[in-house]
């Protein structure tokens, strides 16, 4: 009797105290509240990244003028040069003996055309000769000027202050007039051109200040150039196919760091009217989607896909999906599911966003 009755016993004060952790479990459950918050909406800036393409302020292909042999070189492949300075030489042996003989040519219809003025002088010749003599020294002057021409041309010199790339002809190669012998690049600023979509250029050009057309440049090395670069021209036209327009920032290169060719990123202050700003923890992703709980006015929560328009650390400009009064679950986004009724604490968005690492003003 004693075994049956502490038995029963036990089994009395287990029930009990398992009732009794269920009754403690579900009222703790409970009082289980959540953090909500809403879009916060204000003017702002982001900084954008264009994919850009670098370019020297002056990039040219220098050619052989004349037909010959390349005689000799000056330079160096990616030597820097100065304007004026001699770059090649072509054989000018066959320009200069043309020189002479337009020269000497010149010379003995010059003593013709002197005879004849004095013979017209003294009324022995016409004025008629005496203009064709004088016609025939003006076409041998022509000839000399145009022999000294294509001597001139056996020589080419750097038209600006540039740096060298490589040689497409080596010393006493045959090459024909129009022949590429190298390129040359004036790299003391660089032309940088990105494309930008059309609605990110209506605002630009509607907030367009002084210090929104300064723009930085990330290069290759995912490193900040230096030296910030200021945006000074846009194309005409906007590309009917992908809806870009074209900039131009113009970068100063000192060290001559850029070159030709090179690629990076722009970063452009964009801004943005009355833009919805949630944090990033507020949403979860579906198939690549991003979606928030909505808190409804009974306290139900509520599933809805947002479209995400930039992104900055830690938080989400949203063009779609939510509006300023819309209330958000900010965390326990994992814990519910769309219907549930939840309890919850709400949370003005300027103090939920000022306790986040960044916020963009």
Same mark, same amino acid.
């Given at each position: 009797?004693?075994?049956?009755?502490?038995?029963?016993?036990?089994?009395?004060?287990?029930?009990?105290?398992?009732?009794?952790?269920?009754?403690?479990?579900?009222?703790?459950?409970?009082?289980? +509240?959540?953090?909500?918050?809403?879009?916060?909406?204000?003017?702002?800036?982001?900084?954008? +990244?264009?994919?850009?393409?670098?370019?020297?302020?002056?990039?040219?292909?220098?050619?052989?003028?004349?037909?010959?042999?390349?005689?000799?070189?000056?330079?160096?492949?990616?030597?820097?040069?100065?304007?004026?300075?001699?770059?090649?030489?072509?054989?000018?042996?066959?320009?200069?003996?043309?020189?002479?003989?337009?020269?000497?040519?010149?010379?003995?219809?010059?003593?013709?055309?002197?005879?004849?003025?004095?013979?017209?002088?003294?009324?022995?010749?016409?004025?008629?000769?005496?203009?064709?003599?004088?016609?025939?020294?003006?076409?041998?002057?022509?000839?000399?000027?145009?022999?000294?021409?294509?001597?001139?041309?056996?020589?080419?010199?750097?038209?600006?202050?540039?740096?060298?790339?490589?040689?497409?002809?080596?010393?006493?190669?045959?090459?024909?007039?129009?022949?590429?012998?190298?390129?040359?690049?004036?790299?003391?600023?660089?032309?940088?051109?990105?494309?930008?979509?059309?609605?990110?250029?209506?605002?630009?050009?509607?907030?367009?200040?002084?210090?929104? +057309?300064?723009?930085?440049?990330?290069?290759?090395?995912?490193?900040?150039?230096?030296?910030?670069?200021?945006?000074?021209?846009?194309?005409?036209?906007?590309?009917?196919e992908t809806g870009n327009i074209a900039f131009r920032a113009t970068f100063p290169n000192p060290k001559?760091?850029?070159?030709?060719?090179?690629?990076?990123?722009?970063?452009?202050?964009?801004?943005?009217?009355?833009?919805?700003?949630?944090?990033?923890?507020?949403?979860?992703?579906?198939?690549?989607?991003?979606?928030?709980?909505?808190?409804?006015?009974?306290?139900?929560?509520?599933?809805?896909?947002?479209?995400?328009?930039?992104?900055?650390?830690?938080?989400?400009?949203?063009?779609?999906?939510?509006?300023?009064?819309?209330?958000?679950?900010?965390?326990?986004?994992?814990?519910?599911?769309?219907?549930?009724?939840?309890?919850?604490?709400? +949370?003005?968005?300027?103090?939920?966003?000022?306790?986040?690492?960044?916020?963009?003003?």
């Amino acid at each position: 009797m004693k075994k049956v009755f502490m038995l029963m016993f036990v089994s009395w004060c287990g029930l009990y105290g398992f009732t009794s952790c269920a009754d403690k479990k579900e009222e703790k459950e409970e009082k289980v +509240e959540y953090l909500v918050t809403s879009p916060l909406q204000k003017d702002t800036t982001i900084t954008k +990244e264009y994919v850009a393409q670098i370019h020297s302020i002056q990039h040219i292909e220098l050619r052989a003028l004349e037909k010959g042999y390349l005689q000799k070189i000056f330079v160096d492949e990616g030597q820097t040069v100065k304007q004026g300075q001699l770059m090649f030489q072509i054989m000018p042996m066959i320009y200069q003996a043309e020189l002479k003989k337009s020269q000497a040519e010149a010379n003995y219809v010059n003593l013709e055309y002197q005879n004849t003025k004095r013979l017209a002088d003294n009324n022995v010749v016409s004025k008629s000769e005496l203009a064709l003599a004088e016609a025939k020294y003006d076409k041998a002057k022509a000839d000399v000027a145009l022999a000294q021409t294509h001597l001139g041309f056996t020589t080419i010199r750097a038209p600006f202050n540039g740096i060298m790339d490589h040689f497409q002809a080596r010393l006493g190669s045959l090459v024909d007039e129009g022949d590429l012998l190298t390129t040359l690049s004036d790299n003391s600023k660089m032309w940088v051109y990105f494309n930008v979509p059309e609605a990110e250029y209506l605002a630009y050009k509607e907030a367009k200040t002084n210090n929104l +057309e300064k723009v930085n440049l990330l290069m290759a090395n995912n490193q900040v150039y230096p030296q910030p670069g200021v945006v000074q021209t846009i194309e005409a036209d906007f590309n009917n196919e992908t809806g870009n327009i074209a900039f131009r920032a113009t970068f100063p290169n000192p060290k001559s760091l850029l070159r030709n060719g090179e690629t990076g990123s722009v970063l452009m202050t964009v801004p943005l009217k009355n833009a919805l700003i949630i944090p990033q923890k507020a949403t979860f992703e579906v198939l690549e989607k991003k979606f928030v709980y909505v808190v409804d006015k009974d306290e139900h929560v509520h599933q809805r896909e947002v479209t995400v328009g930039s992104e900055m650390p830690d938080l989400y400009i949203i063009t779609d999906g939510l509006k300023p009064d819309d209330r958000i679950m900010l965390e326990g986004i994992r814990k519910v599911k769309d219907g549930e009724k939840i309890k919850y604490e709400y +949370e003005k968005p300027e103090k939920v966003i000022s306790h986040l690492k960044v916020y963009s003003e």
